[in-house]
């Protein structure tokens, strides 16, 4: 009797991701998309009138999109205990006994403080996409190479589309006195490795056995394309 050979399904071949290349990631089916990382506002320090043309210039940008968007909300938790040994040898090292002693109670407020709460880092993103539908469902059957990936002409296509999208989302964004910007390819790659490995410099978190996603090929200043490994 012949053994039947064992099939593994591996959790890389459910992920969309094709590749990226610049600050564009490449899904299966023809679509693309890129990021936009916006900076956040403490709306609550600001006076009524300031909430109000703040909500107004938000409205506006809303409708203002032509396009369809994603807001994506990332919290990360943040490892301090770096911070809290450089408080320590600044302690030991300072002098001056009253501000040593200041050092000190803050150092133990900082370190109770993330006893008791968890302390997050959160990042906002805006995500714009491209279906190679946009362009007619002709352009379905091109939109990928025979081998799998984009084809040149559907990623000049999504370039194109995608940083037209992006500019307008921008523009609109000053209004609300947000800085933005796109996500580099190698942002891009950190964003998706994170998302689907977990942040490694978290605290007691372990990454063992293969990633779900990658960065392929060196992080060499004269290299110019990296792709998602899947």
Do not use: C, W
């Not at 032509?66 to 040898?89: G, H, M, V």
């Not at 996500?183 to 490795?193: D, G, I, M, W």
Request: charged letters at 20%; aromatic letters at 8%; zero cysteines.
């Amino acid at each position: 009797m012949k053994k039947t050979a064992q099939k593994t399904a591996s959790t890389q071949k459910f992920i969309e991701i094709e590749g990226i290349e610049g600050n564009i990631a490449y899904f299966s089916g023809g679509n693309a998309s890129l990021a936009i990382e916006v900076t956040a506002t403490n709306f609550a320090l600001l006076s009524k009138g300031e909430q109000e043309a703040k909500i107004a210039s938000y409205v506006a940008f809303l409708n203002s999109l032509s396009f369809p968007i994603q807001i994506f909300i990332r919290n990360k938790q943040l490892d301090i205990s770096s911070y809290l040994k450089l408080l320590e040898a600044q302690e030991a090292s300072e002098q001056n006994p009253l501000v040593k002693e200041r050092i000190r109670l803050y150092r133990g407020f900082v370190g109770n403080l993330v006893k008791v709460n968890m302390v997050l880092d959160k990042n906002f993103y805006i995500v714009v996409s491209y279906s190679h539908l946009e362009k007619g469902i002709g352009a379905a059957a091109k939109s990928m190479k025979h081998g799998g990936g984009p084809s040149s002409d559907f990623a000049g296509n999504a370039k194109a589309s995608l940083h037209t999208k992006a500019q307008a989302i921008q523009s609109q964004l000053q209004s609300l006195n947000l800085k933005t910007k796109v996500l580099s390819q190698n942002e891009l790659l950190q964003l998706f490795y994170e998302a689907y490995n977990g942040d490694p410099t978290q605290t007691g978190q372990a990454n063992t056995g293969t990633p779900v996603v990658s960065a392929k090929g060196e992080s060499s200043p004269g290299q110019k394309q990296q792709t998602a490994t899947l």
